[in-house]
């Protein structure tokens, strides 16, 4: 035996608290707790609780040399379960479980008779952390009701991971959607949704119940995603969120509805589009649009919302046809350039992009647009590189986007450019190596990387190089060294000027 080690053995049995703490961390430290476990357990009885705590943390800290030395200490923290000390009940808890699971296996029935209605927050919570880790979720029950916040939301969270656990109590998880404690509830709809197909009607009903009785946005917000993990069973409930005040929450629901996808979904939304308020036709529309091939049968009418008189249902029907790409609706969608609001004509035409041959011929319509921005849409419908429509449907339209090179306002021509770059269109580098004497930079900038993208001629950049802007003339720069060296044979082109 050492010095330290003789030391730390006398000073366990030390008048000073922090004697004895000091005695138990070098013996730890020196790996000795093993040797000495009957000196160290018989602090488990000492008056100070700081120093049972202690000795709780060694004796379960420490490496043990057989099964049946930690399953006989096991038993010996065991008698210190029904301690005076809520800490101390808890730390006794913590130290069975370092164990190992099978010297936790020989106490666990005492743990639950002696601390299986433990009224105290802390030891409660570790008794919950052993039954967790050793998979003994129907050990959970009488948690579930604790009276603390915190034990309650615990429980419901290892009860929603065990899949015995959940089924067992799921009456009580129902119960405890109408706890007053936030967190609490928000535990329980969480747990609800493990249940999955396996959801009952009533706990269905509780769940679409807490539309109205939650004044918690997330915890509606929860309840959505727990009623689509019912599936197809949840369809009917779900529906039910699209009438919900928060937008968020009704968003939710239209996306949920569109993940669980089928027949029944479709139905279910194609119903609620023609319902008297407003916000839900709106989500009605959004679901179908995320139903896809599901929604689409019903295309016709999600068109005839595209005059609806709520403004958020006119949008949300314009981006459901985008989403389901209905080709067969692209005149409906091309008539709104008539239409007095600038968002509804800016959406539609972004929308034409995804509707094909028809979607392209429409979208033409928006070009003379009175506005700006709709017009600057409209041509970047046309531009392959930012746009859902293929290259060869907008190519017999490249006349329409070359004649935007001329609009007056510098976006569309910047979008003009960029189109004509994109769709590599070379019979057009003549006019836009004219962009050379337009007054915007950063059209001037993008004219030069569009002449390369359409094999132009160096001839066609040299006007550039003159350019005031440093970054026009950089990039000029580089791609006239380009073009002289790979471009085309320009002998018989002048340069722009």
């Not at 609780?49 to 040399?65: H, I, Y």
């Not at 010996?76 to 808890?90: F, G, H, M």
């Not at 899949?163 to 609490?184: C, M, N, Y």
């Not at 609800?192 to 917000?221: F, I, M, N, W, Y």
Request: with cysteine; hydrophobic share 40%.
């Amino acid at each position: 035996m050492t010095p330290e080690e003789e030391n730390a053995v006398e000073q366990l049995e030390a008048f000073q608290i922090s004697e004895k703490r000091i005695a138990l961390q070098t013996l730890a430290g020196l790996g000795k707790v093993e040797t000495y476990s009957d000196e160290i357990a018989k602090l488990l009885d000492d008056e100070e609780a700081p120093v049972r705590k202690e000795a709780a943390f060694t004796l379960g800290k420490a490496t043990w040399s057989s099964s049946k030395s930690s399953q006989s200490i096991a038993r010996t923290l065991a008698s210190s379960l029904q301690d005076e000390d809520k800490i101390v009940r808890a730390e006794v808890v913590r130290a069975i479980a370092s164990l190992g699971k099978d010297a936790v296996n020989t106490v666990i029935d005492r743990i639950e008779k002696i601390l299986g209605k433990e009224q105290e927050e802390e030891p409660a919570l570790a008794v919950l952390e052993t039954f967790a880790a050793l998979g003994e979720g129907a050990r959970f029950g009488s948690f579930l009701n604790h009276p603390s916040p915190n034990v309650c939301r615990v429980a419901l969270v290892e009860t929603g991971r065990s899949p015995e656990a959940r089924v067992k109590f799921a009456h009580t998880i129902r119960e405890q959607l109408g706890h007053q404690d936030t967190s609490v509830r928000l535990a329980a709809v969480q747990a609800s949704g493990e249940l999955g197909s396996g959801c009952s009607e009533a706990h269905l009903e509780a769940l679409v119940a807490l539309r109205t009785t939650d004044r918690q946005p997330k915890v509606r917000r929860a309840a959505v995603q727990a009623v689509g993990k019912a599936g197809v069973l949840g369809v009917p409930f779900l529906v039910h969120f699209f009438h919900d005040q928060d937008e968020g929450v009704r968003h939710f629901a239209a996306e949920t509805l569109g993940g669980i996808g089928g027949e029944t979904a479709a139905e279910s939304a194609a119903e609620m589009v023609e319902h008297e308020d407003g916000p839900v036709r709106m989500a009605a529309l959004m679901a179908l649009g995320r139903l896809k091939g599901d929604g689409r049968d019903h295309s016709r009418l999600i068109a005839k919302h595209l005059h609806d008189s709520d403004f958020s249902a006119r949008l949300a029907a314009i981006q459901a046809l985008s989403d389901l790409n209905a080709c067969d609706e692209a005149r409906s969608v091309g008539a709104l350039c008539k239409d007095d609001n600038k968002g509804i004509r800016q959406a539609a035409v972004s929308a034409l992009a995804k509707m094909g041959k028809d979607g392209a011929e429409e979208a033409v319509r928006y070009l003379d647009d009175p506005d700006a921005a709709v017009r600057q849409a409209a041509v970047r419908v046309f531009s392959p590189l930012h746009s859902k429509l293929p290259a060869d449907l907008a190519l017999p339209h490249a006349d329409e986007v070359c004649r935007k090179l001329n609009d007056d306002d510098w976006r569309v021509r910047f979008a003009a450019v960029v189109a004509l770059g994109d769709l590599h269109t070379g019979q057009y580098a003549t006019q836009v190596a004219v962009m050379c004497n337009d007054d915007d930079n950063q059209v001037r900038r993008s004219a030069v990387t569009a002449l390369v993208k359409l094999g132009a001629t160096a001839s066609h950049v040299a006007a550039f190089l003159r350019d005031e802007d440093a970054g026009v003339r950089k990039e000029a720069e580089i791609a006239y060294a380009d073009l002289k060296a790979n471009g085309p044979d320009d002998d018989n082109i002048s340069e722009c000027d």
